[in-house]
């Protein structure tokens, strides 16, 4: 089993940014990808951004999120990040981390979620 705890979430006017922390645990050696997604008020939970935990390899998942979204991660604390720059009240979300032990499109693992708001 993976644990994920997610950290950073919190209330930010729009313009400004946050760093999303995701820290594993547990039987982190089976797994291949790490990911974030995030559930809009109202709306279906959708992807944002992938990592490869071996070589590193990011996905970003369309172009208005590529140039404000940065997804990282530190292997050696078992940590991975979202940089959000700009952020935009549409980003508005519960911000999920997701892990995988093949393809992040169907993770066996998830964090319990942080919010955050972006409003002035």
């Known amino acids: 089993q993976v644990q994920l705890v997610e950290s950073g979430g919190g209330l930010v006017q729009p313009g400004g940014s946050l760093r999303l922390s995701c820290a594993a645990s547990g039987r982190t050696n089976t797994l291949y990808s790490m990911g974030w997604f995030r559930q809009p008020p109202g709306k279906e939970r959708e992807f944002v951004a992938a990592?490869?935990?071996?070589?590193?390899?990011?996905?970003v998942e369309n172009s208005s999120l590529k140039g404000r979204f940065t997804i990282s991660r530190d292997n050696a604390e078992n940590t991975m990040f979202l940089q959000i720059n700009s952020l935009e009240p549409e980003d508005t979300a519960i911000y999920y981390c997701a892990a995988a032990e093949g393809s992040i499109a169907t993770p066996q693992y998830w964090g319990q979620g942080t919010q955050v708001t972006v409003s002035s």
């Open positions: 990592i490869l935990l071996s070589g590193g390899a990011t996905y």
